[in-house]
């Protein structure tokens, strides 16, 4: 928790970042190692959120599902196989969106002359049968003048994410 508590005087960020660093106050928060990021020594901390303390969303849209509207043909659900009809009819395409509430777990790079968040990486625990298999995110921070003020930022982010529109299969 003191961790934490540095880390909110050290930065300049928003709600999402407040977000993971409260949930990581209350999950296991550890050192982890020293790592050059851009030349420069910065601390980097391990954090894990259980998925009962977690506020991780994970929304992904849209999953084709086909459905037979007629005749008495197969009915594709959300697999790999096509619809069969075996009598004219026809199918019908709806699409559902992959909602998750995941626990996460991830690192937190930190300037250790500033205190200042220099990279955040976070990995959502997601099933290997859910559609959405893995959201990795990784958020750079660096210093930007806005009105002739300095400001601590996200200046880059990747997003690695693994979708199996039909889960396990």
């Not at 849209?61 to 004219?88: K, L, R, S, Y």
Request: charged share 20%; glycine share 12%.
């Amino acid at each position: 928790l003191a961790l934490a508590l540095l880390f909110y005087g050290g930065i300049a960020g928003g709600l999402v970042l407040g977000g993971i660093l409260g949930d990581a106050a209350k999950g296991d928060l550890a050192w982890l190692r020293w790592e050059l990021v851009n030349g420069k020594k910065t601390a980097v901390f391990s954090f894990a959120v259980p998925k009962k303390q977690s506020h991780y969303k994970v929304n992904y849209c849209c999953f084709p599902v086909m459905e037979n509207i007629g005749g008495a043909g197969a009915v594709n659900q959300g697999t790999n196989m096509p619809a069969i009809m075996a009598q004219p009819g026809g199918t019908a395409t709806s699409f559902k969106s992959f909602k998750a509430d995941p626990g996460y777990h991830g690192e937190l790079f930190v300037d250790p002359e500033t205190g200042t968040i220099v990279r955040l990486i976070t990995k959502a625990d997601l099933k290997p049968t859910d559609l959405v298999q893995q959201e990795d995110i990784r958020v750079d921070y660096g210093p930007v003048e806005v009105a002739g003020k300095p400001y601590v930022v996200p200046v880059h982010s990747m997003i690695l994410t693994r979708v199996a529109p039909n889960g396990d299969s």
